[in-house]
């Protein structure tokens, strides 16, 4: 991701190198011979940017623990337990070769689950950042009461996930929920709808309120992306007579780009990995004909009768597999380098 | 629409945009602030049903048909939880839990950030590639493993599981803000320091850490937050009630054997509104260090 990050100096094609957060003077203090004076570097005899891998050690060696010891060595939990059959408890039993992934690939369920996946990070990241494009030139605008409309737009990412979606559990109740009584009293619906409960209206329900917990964030990051657009620009753009909209096509949208680029990657990795949102919006419902991937996954080891803790970890090494292609596919499809390259 | 039209006839061109510029100066001052209005209350509207729901007696928020404000009001249910011991324990778990992975993250990643940001040393790559691979994980996706682990390690059941995942899958973004403000200070700022005789760590301890201070605020905040709100792994790995964070506890005020709505919507409103209140104040910051540490 540091390269998505770094495509965001123009003009410096080294950037994916060595920056993973890009800062304009950092070109300069990581090169400490760029030659300008020769009297200052002799002043520095023992160089002060450049450090043996001991002292590295010392000051990176906490990050290293905390990495290795609860990231990696998870993941490589994962993958042996994928490899393994469990008892119910837990309890390792033996070594299973493929078997579990056998078993996940010629799972019934698994079509439905990829196809429910697919269709929520799809819908839920593309329409969460277009509407944040409108939303985010919005709260950069001036206007009287700006303050408070920025304060509302943060209630929803400070909430935790887990009771925001059960808010709007009641709120989508048949019987119960306000919705269905709002729609009914306006006479947009002549009878309540089962939101959470059939299988025509759950997806886009879950999808409407994961794009109203994701806009936030997604619009934060690109009001943080506009205000690094330097004002001057628009003043050379509005000097030569450009209408908003091609003011807003030539400047504002390629050089909103660095912060497109990490919005999509950043929400493909948490709408993917949406794991509240769904099992409890769905929660009533049987069987995982509206899950996805990491609910299922969930289910698999946890839930239900089987707690096949083998075929759960074998589905999240395919999780992880997927949403590295995913992520791949599409800084692939951005071509992102040649932006770096060209800009 | 009009654009197209006044690009074409090229030369009176700058007479009507300017009167339509006029125009919507004039009317800027009344749209934008209805527009938000209106966005605010798209975004308020759902935390208002909540509220409301906390004020009526739980046998009202199940009524049909329901209503929007409470026909009875009652502060019961903000009584009860707030009476409640099980929601002392949630609400010390997600304190403890939040404050110390906090901790843990900012005294873990501001020398690592300063030290990547300002020296060159072999493995520079490999550790920030590392620190990239870590925020591709999210620990939803490798819960199975973590589970795993901390069974192994015996530690299920503990705050120091839930403290340690925190920490090291927050790492990775606290890192990365802070490194984009060390590397936005000039050098010259610190040589002068060293040329004075600090030490590497008194010039990060003195002269550095102040003016990233936002930047600070920014990764404390995320962190905080994150762990604040997280829920998957701390479903998985704390059984004990006593144990539970407010986002594992507040569920079982609604199962299959209760529907204690507004208790849990009382309890839900008194976790949200401290963390939206820090959020407001440091949002100014917070767009800051946004723009310097990750789209810049």
Redesign the interface.
């Known amino acids: 991701?540091?390269q998505v990050?770094a495509s965001?100096?123009p003009g410096k094609g080294l950037g994916a190198?060595?920056?993973?957060?890009?800062?304009?003077?950092?070109g300069?203090?990581?090169a400490p011979g760029s030659g300008a004076a020769p009297a200052r570097r002799k002043?520095?005899r023992n160089d002060?940017?450049?450090?043996?891998?001991g002292?590295?050690l010392l000051?990176?060696g906490?990050?290293?623990i905390?990495?290795f010891?609860?990231?990696i060595?998870?993941?490589?939990?994962?993958?042996?337990?994928s490899f393994g059959t469990f008892s119910i408890t837990?309890l390792y039993r033996s070594f299973a070769g493929f078997t579990n992934y056998v078993n996940l690939l010629a799972s019934p369920d698994l079509g439905q689950v990829m196809w429910n996946t697919f269709v929520w990070v799809a819908a839920v990241v593309i329409l969460t950042n277009l509407i944040a494009l409108g939303?985010a030139q919005?709260l950069s605008?001036e206007?009287?009461?700006?303050?408070?409309?920025?304060?509302?737009?943060?209630?929803?990412?400070?909430?935790?996930?887990?009771?925001?979606s059960?808010?709007?559990r009641?709120?989508f109740d048949y019987?119960?929920?306000?919705i269905n009584?709002?729609l009914l009293g306006l006479h947009i619906i002549a009878k309540p709808i089962d939101w959470l409960g059939s299988s025509t209206f759950i997806m886009p329900t879950m999808i409407a309120v994961g794009i109203?917990v994701t806009l936030?964030f997604t619009a934060?990051?690109f009001?943080?992306?506009l205000?690094?657009i330097p004002s001057d620009v628009y003043e050379a753009a509005r000097i030569d007579?450009a209408?908003?909209?091609?003011t807003y096509r030539a400047i504002t949208l390629p050089l909103l780009r660095?912060?497109i680029l990490?919005a999509v990657v950043l929400n493909m990795?948490?709408v993917?990995?949406?794991?509240?949102l769904i099992y409890?919006m769905n929660g009533s419902n049987p069987g995982y004909g509206n899950d996805t991937m990491?609910t299922y996954?969930?289910k698999v080891?946890?839930q239900g009768a089987t707690h096949d803790?083998g075929m759960?970890?074998a589905t999240?090494i395919f999780?992880?597999i997927v949403?590295?292609i995913a992520?791949g596919i599409y800084l692939r499809f951005t071509n992102w380098r040649q932006g770096d390259q060209e800009s | 629409m009009t654009?197209s039209t006044?690009?074409r006839v090229s030369p009176p061109?700058?007479v009507p945009?300017q009167r339509k510029v006029r125009g919507w100066k004039a009317a800027?001052?009344w749209v934008?602030?209805l527009?938000?209005?209106a966005?605010?209350i798209i975004?308020?509207i759902?935390?208002i049903?909540?509220l409301l729901?906390a004020f009526r007696p739980s046998s009202e928020?199940?009524?049909?048909?329901?209503?929007?404000f409470p026909k009875t009001w009652s502060l019961q249910a903000f009584s009860q939880v707030i009476a409640d011991p099980s929601f002392h324990n949630w609400l010390a778990s997600s304190l403890i839990v939040a404050v110390s992975s906090t901790i843990?993250v900012i005294?873990?990643?501001i020398?690592?950030?300063?030290?990547?940001?300002?020296?060159?040393?072999?493995?520079?790559?490999a550790?920030?590639?590392?620190?990239?691979v870590?925020?591709?994980?999210?620990p939803?996706?490798?819960?199975?493993?973590?589970?795993?682990?901390f069974?192994?390690l015996g530690l299920i059941n503990t705050y120091t599981s839930l403290i340690?995942?925190d920490?090291?899958?927050n790492?990775a973004f606290a890192?990365?803000?802070?490194?984009?403000?060390?590397?936005?200070?000039?050098?010259e700022i610190e040589?002068a320091a060293?040329?004075d005789g600090a030490s590497?760590l008194g010039t990060m301890m003195r002269i550095m850490l102040p003016l990233t201070l936002p930047g600070i605020v920014t990764a404390v905040t995320f962190t905080f937050?994150a762990a604040?709100?997280e829920?998957?792994v701390a479903l998985?790995l704390i059984q004990s009630d006593n144990l539970k964070p407010?986002?594992?506890g507040?569920?079982s005020y609604?199962t299959q054997y209760q529907q204690n709505?507004s208790q849990?919507?009382a309890a839900?409103l008194i976790?949200?509104v401290p963390?939206?209140i820090?959020?407001?104040l440091i949002?100014k910051h917070?767009?800051?260090g946004?723009?310097?540490?990750?789209?810049?």
């Open positions: 991701m540091n990050i965001g100096q190198s060595r920056t993973l957060a890009p800062g304009l003077p950092k300069e203090a990581a002043r520095r002060h940017s450049a450090a043996s891998i002292v590295a000051w990176l906490p990050v290293l905390l990495i010891g609860v990231v060595y998870p993941a490589i939990a994962l993958l042996i337990a837990g939303l919005f605008k206007f009287f009461g700006r303050r408070f409309v920025r304060w509302a737009v943060i209630i929803p990412w400070a909430a935790a996930l887990v009771m925001t059960q808010l709007f009641l709120m019987y119960h929920g306000i009584q709002m109203f936030p934060y990051l009001v943080a992306g205000n690094a007579g209408t908003p909209w091609q660095p912060a990490i990795i948490y993917f990995n949406s794991f509240p409890i990491i996954m969930y080891a946890f803790v759960s970890a999240g999780n992880v949403i590295l992520v | 654009s006044l690009t061109r700058t945009l800027r001052r934008l602030p527009a938000g209005l966005v605010i975004f308020v759902p935390y049903v909540m729901d928020v199940l009524a049909t048909p329901p209503t929007f843990i005294l873990v990643a020398p690592a950030a300063y030290f990547t940001a300002r020296f060159k040393f072999k493995g520079r790559m550790f920030l590639g590392l620190v990239v870590t925020q591709m994980f999210a939803t996706s490798l819960v199975v493993g973590i589970y795993r682990e069974y192994d340690l995942t920490a090291a899958f790492l890192l990365w803000i802070l490194q984009g403000f060390f590397s936005a200070i000039p050098k040589e060293w040329i590497h937050i604040w709100n829920y998957v998985t407010l986002t594992v507040i569920n609604v709505w849990m919507f839900s976790a949200i963390v939206v820090l959020f407001a949002e917070l767009i800051g946004m723009t310097a540490g990750a789209v810049k």
